[in-house]
């Protein structure tokens, strides 16, 4: 069983900066490919980024390609989602997701991808 806390959320007007922080349980969080995805209201949860085990690949989507980083530290068994140059779109919760059963890496952008989740932080940007 795995068990992810996001934390980091809040408020921030546009233009700044916030970095959330998803803590993992677990021995082998090492062997987990995680991933960010956010919701809005009335919208669908959608990928945000995407890291592999080790950290060497990452992946984005075009919507926050160039202002969001993904990283992790497995020695803490943590990642994390910096976050520069926000905007008021991206005013949403942020779920961290981790995928245990994968044993390739590639971009997993998709929810039926990632088999834990965590509880979500908001995160608001004002214009």
């Known amino acids: 069983q795995v068990q992810l806390v996001e934390s980091g959320g809040g408020l921030v007007q546009a233009g700044g900066s916030l970095r959330l922080s998803c803590a993992a349980s677990g021995r082998t969080f090492s062997s987990y490919a995680m991933g960010w995805f956010r919701q809005a209201p009335g919208k669908e949860r959608e990928f945000v980024a995407a890291?592999?085990?080790?950290?060497?690949?990452?992946y984005y989507a075009d919507s926050v390609k160039g202002r969001f980083t993904i990283s992790r530290d497995n020695a803490k068994n943590a990642v994390y989602l910096q976050m520069n140059s926000l905007k008021p779109e991206d005013t949403a919760v942020y779920y961290c997701a981790a995928d245990s059963r994968g044993t390739r890496w590639y971009p997993r952008m998709r929810l039926s991808e990632y088999d834990y989740w965590g509880q979500g932080t908001q995160v608001t940007v004002s214009s």
């Open positions: 890291i592999s085990w080790s950290g060497g690949w990452a």
